[in-house]
């Protein structure tokens, strides 16, 4: 991790004297244990604060859309696809982004820390290669790194980035993409699911947390947000519109999701939102064979039409 | 009394929706539960006019283009 | 001729040619008088139930046409009348036309049915080919134009004893039926007259050994398409009309009554093969069971633009057999199956049974049609079809009169439609100086403002006679309507589009100050123009009303459901009521109009249709690549009819360079093309730039360059064009042996199509060589002889004069080999099932038409026109719209579309121009506007509107940041506003917030 930093650094900071870019966007050291926060490097002096550890969760790409100014960006896997789409749909320009990519195994999922702690505060964590120590008051637990990741990362095929204009850190070991969260779900009778969504509803509070997080949620009004027509309740006490809002989101999001997580890492109601946008994902690969944000030069998916295009669901029986 | 279901279809003004009106013109009978919403073209519909319909009230929903 | 011409044209015949001439001509300023015998226009084209080769329903593409042109202002549809007498001149005729007795005045009649459910009287249904039964008043179809009953004068019960009956008259409450009606001469003055009355179907029992009416189960074509018609006797439930059985065999005999010299029907009638393909397949697809389906042929013709891969599909994905052989007679053979006896190609005797036999009937010329064309004049061939002059299209021996459509000879619907718009484009160009001159525009008063207005609306609940009051408790849903939002007024009317109801209306909207108008009636696809003219009458915008169905969709389809029928009227009023109170006023878009014309391509399609376009008075650009005009016509010598083609080709060009409207670039390509329809600005390859308001692309084909049999080893292997020069330098006159090879480069995996002329052009060279040296030996070796139409009789000459015919298959090829003083050809004779071994001088390869891919790709993309799998340039609907794109304003004709001959080719040259006359008559583009709007505050621009646009009508502006909608190409579809997830994009006349409110109404 300290060769990957210094790496970073040293790339930011060569791009800044040289003014090959007027910003870099990356991560530096957050104000609270087991955190990384996203930071802005417009000066060679700016760029030693970069860092690259196991809590630079964020997705980046959220901060390059309708830039003007040449910008570099230190970005991982899946921001990298959210980058790709969004060059796609004329949000990011390509030719004004010098993508840093940093290869990435995951990152740490704090609730689960804490869960594995007990609750106790956390102070301080060494990481020594595959194994992580959380330090406190009266406390000193070691833990393997992976089994502390996110739940997304761990079904993460995407590790190596897709497009970069350097690379950063060691090329991971190929992995298919898994879906055995959503098969399961899709296992459940049609009353099950219905259930337990409406439960997962039930705790939304609508504070849009995940829409803004979404780096593919970039519209200057969102649906819910409308009132010529209003198409669903501004308030949250009705699941059936907060499933509205998730489920329309859901739509919006076919074909285009990088499947970041960045939207329930960012809910504080710790709603399963993946289980929704994971369906999507899936089901956009396994009709059409597309996966979001992995070729800059093919067509959104759903924008385009083949008359061999599979169309299971006119054939339904 | 039985349950009777409240079906919203969106009818593409150039096909289904003639094809609506030919059912008629050959007096085949069907249940009253349809409401039709003519549009312009199947790619009219928004999902959204789909969620809203069902918010008000409807238990199923026919698109057709 | 000095005096002025008749800015007007009698159209005979309303099947689809007649609709789509008299659409062509009255959109671009002539006056129509459209003559139809029957009581209803849209000729057979509403009796079949698909068509092919995109198995659309026929009925359904065929509909709005009719709508169109019943409605246009510039049309007069009469119909149960025919035309007796014509005198005059070229530009000046004097038409005389009876007009029989309807005795049902079609301006009263609603087309509700009341009378004919009264009607004692059961007469065979002739729409379904007498296989059910209709009333003796009547409407032909279901859809038909004029939406008018029309009595059967000879099975009126009235008729026969005044006092009899009068059931009808009982029940129209529209006071419609009049049994005094008499028969009407009237005299029309028009400047050309266009003859398309269709064909007769051939006659089958006049063919004993088929059995048609005496063993059962043995059925015409034509009584097949209503078996599967939806709208059919049986409503599309496959069954045989002798006992109503589900057949699970079927066969198709095709040339009945075709190809046949002993029965003076010696010529193809070019389009069983397909339809009966077409109905194989779709009787598989409608069948519940596996159905086996046969078709025993001769020849397998599917010479047209994407039937071989139809043919194809048939064979090898649908399963459907084909039988090469000749069939000798049907008998019937055990419960009510048919047994076929037939002999195969080797001669061996064979028995078939199925459960229906489908008799697949020839075209030949209507009765009537060929007596009123001997009374005029007109020059009728062998068969009495009215064959068109030599390299015309559609010429006849008068100047002024034209022909098309299967009068001319039998052809499908796409030619028919093509020799449709040459005709009217002859017409055009003949009456050029009279353009405008008799056509009406309709005067409106000024449009009331109602922005900011209260929301005051009227709502008319229409009973239909008793069609929607029979069911429907018509006062409860005008009470109920009252309580509606924004309703000042809600009343009833007995029939809401008759005559005196739109009187009433416009009073209505002026006395309540209506600025909102609902009617609850029957279908906004049939009647919403009218009651919008009304609207538009009493100064309100046409957009401020909403059409409910309550009859189609309501009253009729829930008969036993009084209460609920009740219940989901009112909720439909609701619904409308809701919908309407948003509606906002929608101007329409005007543009500025270009009207000079680029044509892309001199050949002799290209140069027909720049002369065409050129009489008609507009400036005409023509763009040649090569140094010199005239195309790969260059290279020919012998027209199919004998035509001496240098010679014309000559006299053409010297037209085109005479002709002071026509600009001639030669050496020139495309470089670069910007805007659209009306405004196109064309860059060519000198930088050279035109500005045009339409494009016609003739860019032609080329002929294939074989690979194989020795073509470029042996200088003896020539292709047919390099083979017919050689014959017109006499070096060929000294040939002792000729051996023809077909299908070269065509009907192969790489190049699925055929090349359609080879076949003829083949014969034709095997002719001339037998002409020039009698007792040369010409081989012709074939797969299918495809000598579609009156080229048959080149056939039937062919043999008669000693032309050898063997037939190969695919996966046989024959062989060639150089030998000593020339070359042998092996061959497997599938008579004799024994390789033939021909030694021969000289080799013709019939090599297939191709087209240039690289320049159509380019032309492609320049005019966002598309390419069919082959490369050749695909047209906006395959039956209907053969020249246009759904691109507007581009046209294309001639090879650059498919393979055809030079006929052919100048027929649709002149179709492009009939049609593009259609944009160019025109002073500005104008489009309804009910388009899609961007707000721009909330467009991200993210591109997905503009990827999904099918009418290429919306893209992100750079410098904006926001999409733009190009208004006139928008179509309105709302695939834009309904992919925008920023909620950016509405649609006028149909926005989310008015599909919102009539969710609410729920």
């Not at chain 1, 290869?103 to 594995?116: S, Y």
């Not at chain 3, 042109?69 to 000046?92: A, F, K, Q």
């Amino acid at each position: 991790m300290q060769k990957l930093t210094k790496e970073i650094q040293d790339t930011a900071k060569k791009l800044l004297e040289e003014n090959k870019v007027d910003l870099v966007v990356g991560f530096a050291k957050g104000s609270l244990p087991l955190r990384s926060t996203p930071y802005f490097a417009r000066t060679a002096e700016q760029a030693e604060e970069l860092v690259w550890n196991q809590f630079c969760e964020n997705n980046l790409a959220n901060y390059l859309k309708k830039r003007e100014e040449k910008v570099a960006v230190v970005a991982k896997g899946c921001d990298i696809r959210a980058i790709v789409a969004l060059i796609k749909e004329n949000q990011i320009n390509r030719d004004n982004l010098y993508i840093i990519g940093v290869t990435c195994q995951g990152m740490i999922d704090r609730n689960k820390a804490d869960e594995l702690v007990n609750g106790k505060e956390i102070l301080e964590t060494e990481t020594n290669g595959e194994e992580i120590v959380l330090k406190g008051k009266d406390l000193e637990q070691k833990a393997k790194v992976e089994e502390l990741l996110y739940d997304t990362c761990t079904r993460c095929a995407y590790g190596n980035p897709v497009i970069y204009d350097e690379l950063i850190g060691e090329e991971q070991p190929a992995k298919e993409p898994n879906f055995e969260d959503i098969e399961k779900f899709e296992a459940l009778s049609a009353e099950e699911r219905a259930q337990y969504l409406a439960k997962e509803m039930e705790k939304c509070i609508r504070c849009y947390a995940c829409r803004n997080a979404c780096p593919m949620c970039y519209c200057d009004t969102c649906f819910v947000d409308e009132s010529t027509p209003q198409w669903i309740s501004k308030r949250a006490n009705s699941a059936k519109d907060n499933l509205i809002f998730q489920g329309v989101r859901v739509f919006h999001q076919l074909g285009r999701c990088a499947d970041c997580g960045a939207c329930e890492r960012a809910c504080p109601m710790g709603i399963n939102l993946s289980l929704l946008t994971r369906k999507g994902v899936k089901d956009v690969k396994e009709t059409y064979g597309y996966e979001a944000g992995l070729n800059p030069d093919d067509k959104p998916v759903l924008s385009d039409f083949e008359t061999d295009d599979p169309q299971p669901f006119l054939m339904k029986e | 009394m039985a349950y009777e279901p409240k079906i919203v279809a969106f009818l593409c003004n150039w096909c289904s929706y003639a094809g609506a009106d030919l059912a008629g013109i050959g007096r085949l009978q069907y249940p009253t539960n349809l409401r039709v919403v003519r549009i312009p073209c199947s790619g009219r519909i928004n999902p959204l006019f789909i969620f809203s319909a069902l918010r008000n009230g409807a238990d199923g929903i026919l698109t057709s283009g | 001729m000095s005096t002025k011409r008749t800015g007007s044209v009698l159209v005979l015949g309303a099947g689809i040619a007649g609709i789509q001439a008299s659409l062509d001509l009255a959109e671009s300023g002539y006056y129509v008088h459209l003559v139809e015998s029957s009581p209803a226009i849209g000729g057979v084209m509403p009796a079949l139930d698909k068509t092919f080769p995109t198995n659309d329903c026929s009925m359904c593409i065929l509909s709005p046409k009719l709508v169109d042109c019943g409605r246009h202002l510039n049309i007069n549809v009469m119909t149960t009348s025919e035309l007796i007498d014509l005198e005059g001149e070229p530009g000046n005729y004097k038409a005389k036309v009876k007009t029989r007795a309807r005795y049902v005045d079609p301006a009263k009649c609603t087309g509700c049915g009341s009378c004919t459910e009264e009607c004692p009287v059961k007469v065979d249904d002739d729409f379904n080919q007498g296989l059910s039964k209709r009333k003796a008043i009547y409407k032909q179809y279901a859809q038909a134009y004029p939406n008018a009953y029309a009595i059967d004068k000879n099975k009126c019960l009235k008729f026969k004893n005044a006092k009899a009956c009068g059931k009808c008259l009982k029940a129209c409450q529209a006071e419609a039926i009049n049994h005094e009606m008499e028969d009407e001469i009237n005299e029309l003055e028009v400047g050309a007259v266009i003859l398309m009355p269709g064909f007769d179907a051939y006659d089958a029992s006049k063919l004993d050994y088929y059995g048609y009416g005496k063993v059962p189960n043995v059925i015409t074509s034509l009584e097949f398409e209503r078996i599967l018609s939806a709208s059919g006797p049986f409503g599309g439930h496959l069954i045989r009309p002798s006992d109503e059985k589900e057949p699970k065999k079927i066969a198709w005999i095709q040339c009945v009554g075709s190809r046949n010299c002993k029965n003076d029907h010696g010529y193809c009638s070019s389009v069983c093969c397909m339809y009966s393909i077409k109905e194989a397949v779709i009787a598989k697809e409608h069948s519940e069971h596996d159905l086996d389906t046969a078709i025993f042929y001769m020849d397998m013709r599917t010479y047209g633009k994407e039937f071989e891969k139809y043919y194809n599909r048939a064979q090898e994905e649908q399963g459907v057999r084909f039988v090469r052989n000749r069939v000798y007679e049907l008998t019937e053979g055990e419960d009510g199956s048919v047994k076929i006896r037939y002999a195969l190609e080797d001669g061996s005797i064979q028995y078939e049974e199925f459960d229906m036999v489908v008799l697949s009937v020839g075209l030949e010329p209507k009765g009537e049609a060929v007596e009123l064309a001997k009374k005029l004049g007109i020059e009728l061939n062998q068969y009495n079809f009215c064959e068109a002059k030599p390299l015309t299209g559609i010429n006849t021996n008068k100047e002024g009169i034209y022909v098309a459509g299967a009068f001319s000879g039998p052809r499908d619907i796409p030619e028919t439609v093509m020799q449709a718009s040459a005709a009217a484009g002859e017409a055009q160009a003949l009456l050029s100086e009279a353009k405008g001159t008799l056509t009406k525009a309709k005067e409106y008063p000024a449009e009331t403002d109602v922005a900011g207005e209260i929301i005051r609306t009227g709502v008319f609940v229409c009973h239909c006679g008793i069609n929607i009051a029979g069911v429907v408790d018509v006062p409860n849903v005008v009470d109920y309507a009252k309580e509606l939002p924004g309703v000042v007024l809600s009343t009833n009317k007995i029939y809401a589009c008759s005559q005196d109801s739109s009187g009433q209306i416009k009073e209505a909207i002026k006395e309540h100050n209506l600025n909102r108008v609902v009617v609850a009636s029957c279908s906004p696809r049939t009647h919403e123009p009218m009651f919008q003219e009304t609207l538009k009458e009493a100064g309100l915008n046409p957009h401020l009303f909403e059409l409910t169905n309550i009859r189609d969709q309501c009253s009729w389809v829930h008969m036993d459901e009084p209460e609920k029928a009740t219940e989901k009227a009112k909720d439909l009023v609701k619904m409308a009521v809701n919908k309407v109170a948003l509606a906002k006023p929608v101007q329409p878009v005007k543009l500025d109009m270009n009207h000079d014309v680029l044509v892309i391509g001199g050949g002799v399609s290209g140069m027909t249709n720049a002369l065409n376009l050129a009489e008609q008075g507009y400036q005409v650009n023509l763009v040649e690549k090569e140094q010199q005009l005239g195309g790969i016509a260059r290279r020919l010598h012998y027209g199919l009819k004998g035509e001496d083609v240098q010679g014309y080709l000559n006299q053409l060009i010297n037209q085109i360079e005479q002709n002071n409207n026509i600009k001639v670039y030669t050496g020139q390509e495309i470089a670069d093309v910007n805007g659209f329809v009306g405004n196109f600005t064309t860059t060519l390859t000198d930088g050279q730039q035109i500005e045009h308001g339409v494009t016609v692309i003739a860019t032609g084909s080329q002929e294939y360059q074989p690979q194989e049999y020795l073509y470029g080893e042996n200088h003896r292997v020539k292709t047919l064009l390099e083979l017919e020069t050689e014959i017109a330098d006499g070096q060929l006159d000294k040939v002792n042996n000729v051996v023809l090879i077909q299908c070269v480069g065509s009907r192969d995996s790489e190049r699925p199509y055929c090349s359609r002329i080879c076949c003829t052009k083949s014969i034709k060279t095997a002719l001339k060589i037998k002409e020039r040296r009698p007792e040369a030996k010409v081989y012709i070796l074939y797969r299918d002889i495809r000598t579609y139409g009156f080229y048959e009789d080149l056939y039937t000459e062919a043999r008669q004069k000693g032309v050898i015919f063997i037939r190969y298959s695919e996966d046989n090829k024959p062989v060639v080999e150089n030998v000593e003083d020339g070359l042998r050809v092996t061959v497997t004779d599938h008579v004799l099932g024994e390789p033939v071994e021909i030694y021969t001088d000289e080799i013709g390869l019939a090599s297939a038409i191709v087209p240039p891919v690289e320049n159509n790709q380019k032309l492609s993309k320049f005019y966002k026109v598309p390419l069919n799998e082959d490369k050749f340039f695909l047209e906006a609907h395959l039956k209907l719209r053969p020249v246009d794109f759904s691109t507007e304003g581009v046209f294309m004709c001639g090879l650059s579309h498919g393979p055809k001959n030079l006929e052919e080719n100048i027929s649709q040259a002149k179709a492009a121009a009939g049609r593009a006359a259609t944009v160019l008559a025109k002073d500005q583009i104008t489009v309804e506007g009910k388009s899609a709007v961007v707000d721009k505050k909330k467009c991200s621009a993210c591109g997905t509107c503009e990827q999904i646009c099918p009418a290429k009508a919306i893209k992100v502006d750079e410098e904006e940041q926001a999409a733009v909608v190009n208004e006139a190409l928008c179509k309105g579809c709302g695939a834009c506003s309904s992919s925008c997830r920023c909620g950016a994009i509405n649609v006028k006349g149909c926005t989310d917030e008015q599909i919102m409110a009539m969710l609410s109404a729920l």
